[in-house]
C-alpha cells in the first residue's frame, strides 16, 4: 500500500504542474498565432535571457522534388451518408424510448420494443453510428491534407468502412432480441467486441501509416487528438470486454462486483473522452480554423491543455460510482481529479473561442459557425458541470436523477452534434465542388436543433429536483413523506412530455439537413478525387534550437508512446490495487453463489434491459436506507457478472426487494404494473407467462462461471438442472397457492427466483415502502 500512496503522489504532483503549465498558457496569452515551422524556445537554461529564439534558416523539405498526389473524397461521402443515415435512425429510436416513459403503451407490446431493450439500441446508434461515422468522415477528410499525403491503404480504409457499418448492424439486431453484457455503452456481446478490435486496429494502422508517409514534417494539433483516441479506446475496449464466453453470443464478465463496476465506469468515463471528446476536439482544431479562415488562438495552450487532458481524464471514471461499496480511497482519487478536469476542459473551449477573434461578425452570417460556437458552448457548460457533479454533496443529489439524463445529452446534443452538423455543411459542399443548397434551412436547423436542446434539457434539470427533494423529505413524525417511489415518478409526466418534444424537434432539425445535404449533392459534381502537390520529406533534418514538442511532433511513434504512458498511468493505479488487493473487497460469509434458477432468472433480467431503469445499490443515506433498507456492502457483489448498479432510477432500488413480497406480487406485477403500482410507467410483461426458458446451456455457465472462481461444488454442472427444477416447482406451488397457473419452466418463474434472491444474503432492516 505504500508503493501506492507513493504513485499517487507522483500523480498528483504531475497533475499540480499540468495545471500550472495551463494557467501560465492563458496568463501568457496566444504564442503562436499559426502552425508554420517556425520555432520558438520557452527558455534558455544557459543563458540569463529567457525565451530566446534561435531560428535555422534552412528548409525542412526539398523544393526540387515536388510531389503530386490525391486525396480520396469518396470514403469521406461514404461516411459522411452513414453519418446521416445512423444519426436520424438512433434519434427516432431516442424519441420512441423518451416516449415510452411517459406512455408505456409506445412499447408496442412486444419484447423487442421495450424501454429497457431499445435505451441501449439508442445509445450505441447515437454513440457509435452516428457519431462514430461523423469521426471517420471527419478524420478521412482532414489527415490526409494536414500531412500532405492519401490515407496511407485505401483497402483499410475501405476494410474499416463496410466493418463499421456490418457492426453497427449486429447491434441493432442483437440488442433488441436482449443478446446484451448491460454494460453501459459496451453492452455488445463477445464475437462483436472482436469485431470492433479488429475494425479499429485497421482504422489506426491506416493512420500510422499516413503518418510514416506523410510530406508535412510536424504533427498539427488534431492529429494529436486523433492518435491518443486512437490508442486510449483500444485500450478501454480491451480490457472491458474481457470476459469468459459461455455461447457464440452469451459470456460472463471477467470481473466481479466492485471490480467489475471500477472496469466499467473507468471505460464508461473515458470512452465519453476519448471517443465523444478528444477526437471531436481534434475536429474542432481542423474544421473551426478553416469555417472561420483564422488561425488557432494559441500553440502552446493546446499543448498543454492536450497532455494534461489526456493524463487527468483516465483517473475521473470513479465519479460515476460516489457514495456506493467502492473502496473510499479510489472515490477520493476520482473526484480529485474530476475537478481538476475543469481547467484542460475549458482550455480546448477557450482555444476554439478565441479563434474566433476578429471574426465573430461572421458568426451571424454563417450557420456553420453558428453551430460550431454552440457546440463550443455545450462543451464548456458540459465539461464545467462534470467536475461539479463529481463533488460528494452534489453528486448526492443528482446520481440516480435525471440530472445525469440532461448532463449528457447537453454534451450529446450539443456538443458532438452540433459540431457534426457543422462539419457536414462545411464539407459536404466542398467534395461535390458547389455551395450549400439552402443557407436558410440550414438557419433553420440550427434554431430548431438549439430549441430542440433546451426543451430536452431544462425539464430533466426541473426533475431532477423534484425528485431528489420528494425523496429526501420526512414529516413531523420522522417518516418518509414519500414512502413509495412511485408517488415521486408520476409527478416527473410533464416534464418527460416536454423532453420527448425536445427530442422530437432535433430530430426534425436533422430531417432538414439530410434534406438539404441531398439537395446541394444533387446541384453539384461530386469530386472523387482532389489532386494536390507538395515537396518530398528530407530525411535527417534536425533544426538547431528547436521547441522541444516540436521535436516530439517530428516523431509520431514517439509521441504516440508517450500519449499511451500519459493515459496508462492513472487507470494502472485505481484499477490494479482494486482487482489484486483483497481488503478492497471484504468478503460477507453469508453471501452464496447464484441458484441455477437464480442464475437464469438473472440472465433474464440482463436481457430485459431491467437495469436501465432499476438500481441494485443502496446508498448510505438515511432517506434511501429507510426506503429500501440497509445499504449495500462490497462483499455482497462477490458473485455479480455483471455489476448491476445501474446509472439511473425511472423506478425504484431493488437491492432489498427480495423477501419483500410473495411471489405472486411480482407474477401479477410483471402481467399488469399498473395492478399492483397505480399510475406506474413500466410496461407489462405478458408474454413471460408463455415464453419458455431454453436451460440447454446451464452446465456450460456453470463451468464458466467455475472457471472465473465462483465456488460451485465439483460436478455441479451436471446435477445444476435437478437443483433447479426443484426450486422452480416450489415457486409454481407457491404461485398455485394464490390461484395462479404457470409452467415452471417459463420465464416468469426463473425471473421470480431471481428478485426474490435479491439482499437476502444479510440482514436487512425493514422497509417503509
Known amino acids: 500500500m505504500e508503493v501506492i500512496f507513493l504513485l499517487i503522489g507522483v500523480s498528483l504532483i504531475l497533475a499540480g504542474t499540468f495545471l500550472y503549465l495551463f494557467f501560465k498558457a492563458m496568463k501568457d496569452g496566444q504564442f503562436d498565432d499559426d502552425y508554420t515551422p517556425s520555432i520558438r524556445i520557452l527558455f534558455d537554461s544557459k543563458q540569463k535571457k529567457k525565451q530566446k529564439i534561435n531560428q535555422q534558416k534552412q528548409s525542412p523539405m526539398n523544393d526540387s522534388t515536388l510531389e503530386t498526389f490525391q486525396y480520396d473524397n469518396k470514403i469521406v461521402k461514404y461516411f459522411g451518408a452513414a453519418t446521416v443515415i445512423w444519426g436520424l435512425v438512433g434519434m427516432l429510436v431516442g424519441v420512441i424510448a423518451a416516449t415510452q416513459l411517459f406512455l408505456p403503451e409506445a412499447n408496442l407490446g412486444n419484447p423487442y420494443t421495450t424501454f429497457g431493450r431499445i435505451r441501449p439500441l439508442h445509445t450505441n446508434a447515437v454513440i457509435f453510428a452516428f457519431v462514430g461515422n461523423a469521426i471517420f468522415a471527419g478524420v478521412y477528410y482532414s489527415m490526409p491534407r494536414l500531412l500532405k499525403t492519401p490515407m496511407w491503404n485505401k483497402t483499410l480504409s475501405w476494410f474499416h468502412f463496410y466493418g463499421w457499418q456490418l457492426i453497427i448492424l449486429a447491434a441493432a439486431i442483437t440488442l433488441p432480441l436482449g443478446l446484451t453484457t448491460s454494460k453501459e455503452y459496451a453492452e455488445l456481446e463477445w464475437p462483436i467486441d472482436i469485431a470492433i478490435a479488429l475494425v ?113 481524464y483516465m483517473w475521473a471514471g470513479p465519479h460515476h460510482l460516489l457514495y456506493t461499496a467502492l473502496p473510499e480511497w479510489a472515490q477520493v482519487l476520482g473526484t480529485a481529479f474530476s475537478v481538476m478536469l475543469i481547467a484542460p476542459s475549458w482550455g480546448g473551449m477557450v482555444n476554439g473561442l478565441l479563434t474566433l477573434r476578429g471574426a465573430w461578425d461572421k458568426v451571424s452570417n454563417e450557420p456553420v459557425l453558428k453551430f460550431m460556437v454552440v457546440a463550443l458552448t455545450a462543451y464548456g457548460m458540459a465539461t464545467f458541470e462534470g467536475p461539479m457533479l463529481s463533488l460528494k454533496n452534489v453528486n448526492a443529489i443528482a446520481h440516480y436523477t435525471d440530472w445525469i ?215 448510505p443515506f438515511r432517506f434511501e436506507t429507510e426506503r429500501y433498507g440497509e445499504y449495500s456492502k462490497a462483499g455482497e457483489f462477490v458473485y455479480d457478472r455483471p455489476f448491476l448498479w445501474g446509472s439511473k432510477r425511472t423506478g425504484p432500488d431493488l437491492h432489498r426487494v427480495g423477501g419483500k413480497y410473495p411471489d405472486s406480487w411480482h407474477y401479477f406485477h410483471m402481467m399488469d404494473p399498473r395492478s399492483m403500482s397505480p399510475g406506474s410507467l413500466m410496461p407489462p410483461y405478458p408474454w413471460m407467462v408463455e415464453n419458455e426458458m431454453d436451460y440447454s446451456d446451464l452446465p456450460a455457465k456453470i463451468r464458466t462461471l467455475q472457471k472465473l472462481g465462483v465456488p460451485y461444488p465439483e460436478g455441479y454442472d451436471e446435477r445444476a438442472l435437478a437443483d433447479l427444477e426443484s426450486q422452480a416447482a416450489q415457486i409454481t406451488a407457491n404461485l398455485k397457492d394464490a390461484g395462479v397457473e404457470v409452467m415452471p419452466n417459463t420465464e416468469i418463474v426463473a425471473l421470480i427466483s431471481y428478485l426474490q434472491r435479491l439482499g437476502t444474503d444479510i440482514k436487512a432492516t425493514s422497509s417503509n415502502e
Open 200 to 312: 479499429w486496429v485497421a482504422f489506426g494502422a491506416n493512420m500510422i501509416g499516413t503518418l510514416i508517409t506523410r510530406r508535412e514534417r510536424h504533427m498539427y494539433v488534431a492529429i494529436w487528438f486523433y492518435m491518443a483516441s486512437f490508442v486510449t479506446v483500444a485500450v478501454l475496449h480491451i480490457f472491458n470486454s474481457l470476459a469468459l464466453p459461455v455461447s457464440f453470443l452469451k459470456s460472463y464478465s471477467a470481473y466481479a462486483g466492485v471490480q467489475d463496476a471500477l472496469v466499467q465506469w473507468w471505460y464508461g468515463h473515458n470512452a465519453v473522452a476519448f471517443f465523444l471528446t478528444t477526437p471531436f476536439l481534434g475536429l474542432m482544431y481542423y474544421f473551426l480554423p478553416k469555417a472561420a479562415n483564422r488561425p488557432v488562438y494559441s500553440y502552446k495552450l493546446s499543448i498543454v491543455h492536450f497532455w494534461s487532458l489526456i493524463f487527468i
Open 405 to 619: 439524463v440532461a448532463h449528457v445529452h447537453i454534451g450529446g446534443l450539443g456538443w458532438n452534434g452540433f459540431l457534426t452538423f457543422g462539419m457536414l455543411y462545411w464539407m459536404w459542399p466542398r467534395i461535390f465542388k458547389t455551395k450549400i443548397y439552402s443557407t436558410k434551412l440550414a438557419n433553420t436547423h440550427f434554431w430548431m436543433g438549439t430549441l430542440g436542446i433546451i426543451f430536452y434539457a431544462l425539464p430533466m434539470y426541473v426533475a431532477a429536483l423534484t425528485q431528489f427533494l420528494m425523496l429526501r423529505e420526512f414529516d413531523e413524525m420522522g417518516r418518509l413523506s414519500y414512502g413509495n417511489f412511485l408517488q415521486t415518478v408520476v409527478e416527473l409526466v410533464p416534464m418527460y412530455m416536454l423532453r420527448a418534444f425536445g427530442g422530437l424537434l432535433y430530430l426534425s432539425g436533422a430531417v432538414i439537413m439530410v434534406y438539404n445535404m441531398w439537395k446541394t449533392a444533387q446541384q453539384g459534381e461530386f469530386q472523387e478525387s482532389e489532386e494536390d502537390s507538395a515537396p518530398a520529406l528530407a530525411k535527417n533534418y534536425k533544426p538547431a534550437g528547436e521547441f522541444w514538442h516540436r521535436a516530439w511532433e517530428r516523431k509520431p511513434v514517439f509521441f504516440t508512446v508517450l500519449a499511451t504512458v500519459a493515459i496508462a498511468i492513472g487507470g494502472a493505479i485505481e484499477i490494479i490495487p482494486t482487482i489484486l488487493v483483497k481488503s478492497n473487497v471484504p468478503t460477507i460469509s453469508s453471501v452464496k453463489p447464484y441458484t441455477p434458477l437464480e442464475l437464469e432468472g438473472r440472465d433474464l433480467y440482463i436481457s430485459n434491459g431491467c437495469v436501465g431503469c432499476h438500481s441494485q445499490m443502496i446508498r
